[in-house]
């Protein structure tokens, strides 16, 4: 089991759902990849991690492809990552 746990914000529900329904399967097993290196380490590992700046500035965002990218913010004193996104480049949707 992680040291975080990895919580989903309602949008990134929904962007959940789109990609199940969709049946991509390498998108599926990128994100059951990403979800686990989230719980043990959030800001390093696959998907080019990176500290976002402007107006998502405090969150980390991390490469689905080269158009989509998981948007989650950190919170290390609770131990917990909340996943705002899974959809698209920071927002445009």
């Known amino acids: 089991?992680?040291?975080?746990?990895?919580?989903?914000?309602?949008?990134a529900d929904e962007?959940?759902?789109?990609?199940?329904k969709i049946?991509?399967?390498?998108?599926?097993?990128?994100?059951e990849k990403l979800f686990n290196e989230?719980?043990?380490?959030?800001t390093t590992g696959t998907g080019n991690p990176e500290?976002?700046?402007?107006?998502l500035a405090g969150c980390w965002s991390r490469r689905l492809n080269g158009?989509?990218?998981i948007?989650?913010?950190i919170n290390e004193?609770?131990?917990?990552?909340?996943v705002l996104s899974l959809h698209g480049h920071y927002g445009d949707k």
């Open 23 to 31: 049946g991509d399967k390498s998108i599926n097993k990128k994100i």
């Open 51 to 55: 500290l976002l700046r402007g107006n």
């Open 15 to 20: 962007d959940l759902f789109y990609w199940e």
């Open 71 to 73: 948007i989650y913010e």
């Open 38 to 42: 989230l719980k043990e380490h959030p």
């Open 1 to 11: 089991m992680g040291r975080y746990t990895v919580n989903f914000a309602t949008s």
């Open 77 to 82: 004193g609770a131990l917990t990552v909340l």
């Open 67 to 69: 158009k989509h990218r």
